[in-house]
């Protein structure tokens, strides 16, 4: 049996790496924990967390009748859950709580799988 070389079709045919990124598998560590001392430059790095309670659309002249003591109706009910974004990714989903000083907390009930997070 002889073995030929891939011709140029053969080769642009496939994606770069096609092959590789079906074996590859991802280098081990030198040393335990190396990984966690690797990420330990990133923990103190500022991150946005928003809990969105709900939301609504509205024309704006609807929105620019508002005023103190109005109320906006949103898509959500009371004890639903609420969506947690972080850097606009939503990341988990939790219920509201009243935490001991009296402001308002959540609790996750759901971390949202990475490829429903990009939605």
Do not use: C, H, W
């Not at 949103?74 to 509201?96: C, H, M, Q, S, T």
């Amino acid at each position: 049996m002889t073995t030929q070389p891939a011709s140029y079709t053969d080769t642009i045919a496939k994606p770069a790496g096609a092959d590789a990124a079906a074996t590859a598998r991802p280098a081990a560590p030198e040393e335990p924990g190396q990984d966690r001392d690797e990420l330990r430059a990133i923990f103190n790095v500022p991150v946005n967390v928003q809990v969105v309670l709900g939301r609504t659309t509205m024309p704006v002249s609807q929105l620019l009748k508002l005023g103190r003591g109005a109320v906006v109706e949103l898509n959500r009910k009371v004890g639903e859950a609420v969506d947690v974004f972080v850097n606009d990714r939503l990341i988990a989903r939790g219920e509201v709580v009243i935490v001991d000083d009296g402001r308002l907390g959540v609790t996750m009930t759901e971390i949202v799988k990475a490829e429903l997070s990009l939605l």
